[in-house]
T-cell receptor, first 113, second 116 residues
Framework: GNSVTQMEGPVTLSEEAFLTINCTYT??????LFWYVQYPGEGLQLLLKATKADDKGSNKGFEATYRKETTSFHLEKGSVQVSDSAVYFC????????????FGKGMKLTVNP | GAVVSQHPSRVICKSGTSVKIECRSL??????MFWYRQFPKKSLMLMATSNEGSKATYEQGVEKDKFLINHASLTLSTLTVTSAHPEDSSFYIC????????????FGPGTRLTVL
């Protein structure tokens, strides 16, 4: 079956630090890959996505590249801000994001000023 | 993005009682709603897929008689935890999706259920 493994944290960084959150997956088909973010007290929001190999998703300074050869979708940001403090979930779906999502365990990030 | 609400945000109940959780899509029509359960330090686990006007499809291992799901309209799905027990205590999250418009699931803020 499909599964997602990601760094769990929690992680604490100083403002302007570089962020990498590793995510690898196993899938029987050709999945779409997602990063969701959950800010305190709010629901999950789609941060970025990629639907095919070598696609790069980007949003709010975050980037992730769909690497089929390494089955990975690592999230990066060059300079984090306090407002990036949240829980980050890597996820996959079998098709287009409209089918069932399989999530990683989530990683809590705290950014200190 | 579209807004999905859940009510209540927190509920505490006694063992043996039933609890209903509502999930509403506020500004779009949701042909499909998903119900997830999240344990501490665990990922979200899909419980069931709910399509408007039809019976929900439950994931393996989820008791359909315990977790009753109703999707009576395009903006409302309900999850009823029947005869709740302490092990049902968890964080329940819904998401909503409209296949005809946007291929993205929009998530509610979640409901914290505590069964005493």
């Amino acid at each position: 079956g499909n599964s997602v493994t990601q760094m769990e944290g929690p992680v604490t960084l100083s403002e302007e630090a570089f962020l990498t959150i590793n995510c690898t997956y196993t899938a029987t088909g050709y999945p779409s890959l997602f990063w969701y973010v959950q800010y305190p007290g709010e629901g999950l929001q789609l941060l970025l996505k990629a639907t095919k190999a070598d696609d790069k998703g980007s949003n709010k300074g975050f980037e992730a590249t769909y690497r089929k050869e390494t089955t990975s979708f690592h999230l990066e940001k060059g300079s984090v801000q306090v407002s990036d403090s949240a829980v980050y979930f890597c996820a996959l779906s079998d098709w287009g994001g409209s089918e069932k999502l399989v999530f990683g365990k989530g990683m809590k990030l705290t950014v200190n000023p | 993005g579209a807004v999905v609400s859940q009510h209540p945000s927190r509920v505490i109940c006694k063992s043996g009682t039933s609890v209903k959780i509502e999930c509403r899509s506020l500004d779009f029509q949701a042909t499909t709603m998903f119900w997830y359960r999240q344990f501490p330090k665990k990922s979200l686990m899909l419980m069931a897929t709910s399509n408007e006007g039809s019976k929900a499809t439950y994931e393996q291992g989820v008791e359909k008689d315990k977790f009753l799901i109703n999707h009576a309209s395009l903006t409302l799905s309900t999850l009823t935890v029947t005869s709740a027990h302490p092990e049902d205590s968890s964080f329940y999250i819904c998401s909503a999706w409209n296949s005809a418009e946007v291929h993205e699931q929009f998530f509610g803020p979640g409901t914290r259920l505590t069964v005493l």
